[in-house]
């Protein structure tokens, strides 16, 4: 169940992302972005492998 949850959160997130980039693009940096995009992915990374564990 707790997969779905994530699944489902993962999915909104990439929503958002796509609909607003535009806007998002126009207030924050390239680099801000990938920068946060590495520590959402690290992140991710780390919960399902302690979900995994």
């Known amino acids: 169940m707790l997969k779905y949850i994530v699944f489902a959160l993962v999915g909104f997130g990439v929503f958002i992302g796509v609909r607003f980039s535009d806007d998002i693009t126009r207030y924050i940096s390239e ?3 990938e920068a ?10 780390e919960k399902l492998e302690d979900l995994k564990g």
């Open 31 to 33: 680099d801000d972005i």
């Open 36 to 45: 946060i995009s590495e520590q959402v992915i690290d992140t991710a990374i």
